[in-house]
């Protein structure tokens, strides 16, 4: 079985996650690398809504995950450590977690690097944490 392997900080999670998750899982069996709450505050300048054990409980109970965890670098790429130990063969990643850096970072390591399209399931809304959060402040 193949190994594909996502990272995100999964803070609100949306059916737009569960389909970017369905959608890596249909490449191989799926390793979820979740940023810690110090990362994501850092990454996106606001405190998480969900704590990085309540956001690990949820990915974890999903049915496309494998196995899931928190990781423990910091940054964009800080789940450097555990693609060296999960060794994956597929880096699957969202159009809006896609960059130069991370991609050469990964290919340097002789992974594939797999861009989502990102179609929502069966005609739902397009959906993304951030739009959530700005219908939130309404």
């Given amino acids: 079985m ?7 900080c999964f803070d609100v999670l949306h ?8 959608e890596a899982s249909s490449y191989g069996e799926l390793y979820v690398s979740i940023g810690s ?4 505050e850092e990454l996106k300048h606001q405190p998480t ?3 990085q054990d309540e956001r690990l409980y949820m990915v974890s109970a999903l049915k496309y995950v494998h196995q899931a965890f928190i990781a423990k670098g910091s940054g964009k790429l800080d789940f450097a450590e ?6 994956p063969d597929v880096f699957f990643v969202n159009s809006d977690g896609d960059s130069p850096e991370k991609q050469e970072f990964i290919e340097k390591m002789g ?3 797999v861009v989502s399209n990102r179609i929502p399931k069966d005609l739902l809304p397009v959906r ?3 739009s959530i959060r700005q219908i939130l402040q309404k």
């Fill in 111 to 113: 992974i594939r690097y």
């Fill in 128 to 130: 993304s944490t951030t």
């Fill in 37 to 40: 709450d110090k990362t994501v």
């Fill in 49 to 51: 809504l969900y704590t």
């Fill in 82 to 87: 555990e693609i060296k130990q999960i060794k």
């Fill in 2 to 8: 193949r190994k594909v392997f996502v990272s995100g």
């Fill in 15 to 22: 059916s737009g996650h569960i389909r970017f998750l369905e």
